[in-house]
C-alpha cells in the first residue's frame, strides 16, 4: 500500500526559522514582541517574524520582491526543499503539485494599496497580483516550473493543514509522486488587529513582558495573540523516497475534517475530525501518545477543545501529553497547522515535546497534562494535530513515526 512520507521540513515562525525553530520550541524561547506600529490603545502584542531573517544579504534565506507574506512561503518552500534534499529544477521532473494555505487576502499589501489610493489616488499596478490568495502558490510555482496541479486553500487558520490534506490525498491517489505543501500568512496590520480585538479573538491587555501574553490552558488566559509565519513541508509517496534514499521523519496516517455551523457544535466537530483521523489510520485512541493541540490561548476554545480530546479518548486523555506551540508563537492562522506538524516531525525525531509556557494558574476545565512550562523527553510514536478556523472549519492529522506498526 502506498503511503505519504514527510521527508523535508521549513519552518518560519516568530520564534525561529530552519533549524532554528525546533530550538527555540525545545527551549520554550517565545516569539512574541511590541507591536511595530501605534495601535492607539488597542492590542500591543505581537508574533513578528524579524524581516532580517528572510530578507538582505545576511538574511538565512534570501528572498526578493513580491509581498511579505508570499516572501514567507516561497522561503519556507526553498528550506523545505533543502532539507529534503531536491534541487528547485528537479522538483518539476516528478510527478509533483503544491497545496498552500492562507487565511484570506494579503492583507498588509491591501492596506497599504488602499491607504495610498485614499492620499494619491494612486494603486500600484502590482496590487491585484500581490494581494490574491494565489499569490503565494503561484509565485512557488513560477520558481519551480511546477505545471502539475497548484492550489490554494483559503478555510482561515485550517487552510494550511487542509493542503498537507489535499497533498497526501493527491499521492494516495497515485496522482502524484511528491508535493509540497504548507502555509502562511502576514496580518499584522492596524485594522487587522483591531478587527480581531473588535470580534474578541485578540486582548487589548498589554504585559510587561511580551513573551507571557499567550498562555494557553492557563486560567487566566483572556484572549490569543495574532501573530505571522509560514510552514512548509515535501511530502511524497514511500516508494519514491526510498528510490532516490531520502531522510523520512513521518508518515501521514490518516485524517479528518468537519464542520461547525455555530459555536455551540464546535466541540462535535472537534471530536468528528479526530475520530475520523484515527479510523481512516487504522487506530484505536489508545495507540496515541501526544496531541498537538490548536488552543489559541482564547478560554471558550481551550475549554472546547479539552472537553473534546477527552470524548474521543475517554480515560486514556489523562495518560496523553498534549501541548499548544502558539503558547511561544501566537496564532499566525494558516501557517499555524503546518507549524504544529513541523514540530511533532521533530518531536519524534528528537523523542521530546515541546511545552505549552506560561502555564502558572490551574484551570479545572482544562485539567490534562498540557506538559506545562517545561518540555519533556519522552517517545512519540504517534501524534494528532488538531487545528481550527474562524467560520467553523476543523481539521485533524494523524502523524506517525518511520516503522511503527500501521495500524492495530
Same mark, same amino acid.
Request: net charge negative.
Given at each position: 500500500?502506498?503511503?505519504?512520507?514527510?521527508?523535508?521540513?521549513?519552518?518560519?515562525?516568530?520564534?525561529?526559522?530552519?533549524?532554528?525553530?525546533?530550538?527555540?520550541?525545545?527551549?520554550?524561547?517565545?516569539?512574541?514582541?511590541?507591536?511595530?506600529?501605534? #495601535?492607539?490603545?488597542?492590542?500591543?502584542?505581537?508574533?513578528?517574524?524579524?524581516?532580517?531573517?528572510?530578507?538582505?544579504?545576511?538574511?538565512?534565506?534570501?528572498?526578493?520582491? $513580491?509581498?511579505?507574506?508570499?516572501?514567507?512561503?516561497?522561503?519556507?518552500?526553498?528550506?523545505?526543499?533543502?532539507?529534503?534534499?531536491?534541487?528547485?529544477?528537479?522538483?518539476?521532473?516528478?510527478?509533483?503539485?503544491?497545496?498552500?494555505?492562507?487565511?484570506?487576502?494579503?492583507?498588509?499589501?491591501?492596506?497599504?494599496?488602499?491607504?495610498?489610493?485614499?492620499?494619491?489616488?494612486?494603486?500600484?499596478?502590482?496590487?491585484?497580483?500581490?494581494? *490574491?490568495?494565489?499569490?503565494?502558490?503561484?509565485?512557488?510555482?513560477?520558481?519551480? $516550473?511546477?505545471?502539475?496541479?497548484?492550489?490554494?486553500?483559503?478555510?482561515?487558520?485550517?487552510?494550511?493543514?487542509?493542503?498537507?490534506?489535499?497533498?497526501?490525498?493527491?499521492?494516495?491517489?497515485?496522482?502524484?509522486?511528491?508535493?509540497?505543501?504548507?502555509?502562511?500568512?502576514?496580518?499584522? &496590520?492596524? *485594522? *487587522?488587529? #483591531?478587527?480581531?480585538?473588535?470580534?474578541?479573538?485578540? $486582548?487589548?491587555?498589554? /504585559?510587561? #513582558?511580551?513573551?507571557?501574553?499567550?498562555?494557553?490552558?492557563?486560567?487566566?488566559?483572556?484572549?490569543?495573540?495574532?501573530?505571522?509565519?509560514?510552514?512548509?513541508?515535501?511530502?511524497?509517496?514511500?516508494?519514491?523516497?526510498?528510490?532516490?534514499?531520502?531522510?523520512?521523519?513521518?508518515?501521514?496516517?490518516?485524517?479528518?475534517?468537519? #464542520?461547525?455551523?455555530?459555536?455551540?457544535?464546535?466541540?462535535?466537530?472537534?471530536?468528528?475530525?479526530?475520530?475520523?483521523?484515527?479510523?481512516?489510520?487504522?487506530?484505536?485512541?489508545?495507540?496515541?501518545?501526544?496531541?498537538?493541540?490548536?488552543?489559541?490561548?482564547?478560554?471558550?476554545?481551550?475549554?472546547?477543545?479539552?472537553?473534546?480530546?477527552?470524548?474521543?479518548?475517554?480515560?486514556?486523555? /489523562?495518560?496523553?501529553?498534549?501541548?499548544?506551540?502558539?503558547?511561544?508563537?501566537?496564532?499566525?492562522?494558516?501557517?499555524?497547522?503546518?507549524?504544529?506538524?513541523?514540530?511533532?516531525?521533530?518531536?519524534?525525531?528528537?523523542?521530546?515535546?515541546?511545552?505549552?509556557?506560561?502555564?502558572?494558574?490551574?484551570?479545572?476545565?482544562?485539567?490534562?497534562?498540557?506538559?506545562?512550562?517545561?518540555?519533556?523527553?519522552?517517545?512519540?510514536? &504517534?501524534?494528532?494535530?488538531?487545528?481550527?478556523?474562524?467560520?467553523?472549519?476543523?481539521?485533524?492529522?494523524?502523524?506517525?513515526?518511520?516503522?511503527?506498526?500501521?495500524?492495530?
Amino acid at each position: 500500500m502506498t503511503e505519504a512520507v514527510i521527508t523535508g521540513l521549513g519552518p518560519i515562525a516568530p520564534n525561529g526559522i530552519d533549524k532554528g525553530f525546533w530550538e527555540a520550541l525545545r527551549t520554550g524561547q517565545s516569539g512574541l514582541r511590541r507591536i511595530f506600529f501605534d #495601535n492607539g490603545g488597542g492590542s500591543t502584542i505581537v508574533g513578528q517574524v524579524p524581516r532580517t531573517w528572510i530578507e538582505g544579504d545576511n538574511s538565512c534565506v534570501q528572498v526578493d520582491g $513580491s509581498a511579505w507574506r508570499t516572501k514567507m512561503i516561497v522561503a519556507a518552500t526553498r528550506l523545505a526543499l533543502q532539507d529534503a534534499g531536491l534541487c528547485q529544477t528537479v522538483f518539476s521532473s516528478y510527478r509533483s503539485g503544491i497545496r498552500i494555505g492562507v487565511s484570506n487576502i494579503d492583507m498588509e499589501v491591501t492596506e497599504r494599496e488602499y491607504e495610498e489610493f485614499r492620499a494619491r489616488g494612486v494603486v500600484s499596478p502590482t496590487a491585484v497580483v500581490d494581494a *490574491f490568495p494565489h499569490a503565494a502558490a503561484s509565485e512557488i510555482a513560477r520558481e519551480l $516550473s511546477c505545471s502539475g496541479s497548484v492550489f490554494t486553500f483559503a478555510s482561515a487558520c485550517t487552510s494550511g493543514l487542509l493542503s498537507i490534506i489535499s497533498a497526501v490525498d493527491s499521492i494516495l491517489r497515485g496522482e502524484s509522486d511528491i508535493e509540497l505543501a504548507g502555509g502562511g500568512d502576514s496580518s499584522l &496590520t492596524p *485594522f *487587522f488587529v #483591531n478587527s480581531f480585538i473588535a470580534a474578541g479573538y485578540l $486582548s487589548s491587555r498589554d /504585559y510587561d #513582558n511580551p513573551a507571557v501574553a499567550s498562555r494557553p490552558f492557563d486560567a487566566q488566559r483572556d484572549c490569543g495573540v495574532l501573530s505571522e509565519g509560514a510552514g512548509a513541508i515535501v511530502l511524497e509517496s514511500d516508494e519514491h523516497a526510498r528510490r532516490r534514499g531520502a531522510k523520512v521523519y513521518a508518515r501521514v496516517a490518516g485524517w479528518g475534517v468537519a #464542520n461547525a455551523t455555530s459555536p455551540k457544535f464546535l466541540k462535535g466537530a472537534m471530536v468528528s475530525a479526530m475520530e475520523q483521523a484515527l479510523d481512516k489510520a487504522g487506530l484505536s485512541p489508545d495507540i496515541v501518545d501526544y496531541v498537538s493541540t490548536h488552543a489559541p490561548g482564547v478560554q471558550w476554545t481551550d475549554r472546547t477543545e479539552i472537553q473534546a480530546i477527552k470524548e474521543v479518548f475517554g480515560p486514556q486523555a /489523562y495518560n496523553l501529553a498534549i501541548s499548544s506551540i502558539k503558547s511561544m508563537i501566537g496564532n499566525p492562522l494558516a501557517a499555524a497547522g503546518p507549524l504544529q506538524v513541523i514540530a511533532v516531525a521533530q518531536s519524534m525525531e528528537h523523542n521530546y515535546i515541546p511545552p505549552t509556557t506560561n502555564y502558572q494558574h490551574h484551570d479545572p476545565h482544562c485539567d490534562l497534562d498540557c506538559v506545562p512550562n517545561m518540555g519533556r523527553v519522552a517517545r512519540v510514536n &504517534t501524534a494528532l494535530v488538531n487545528s481550527g478556523g474562524i467560520g467553523g472549519c476543523v481539521a485533524s492529522l494523524v502523524v506517525q513515526k518511520p516503522g511503527v506498526s500501521r495500524g492495530m
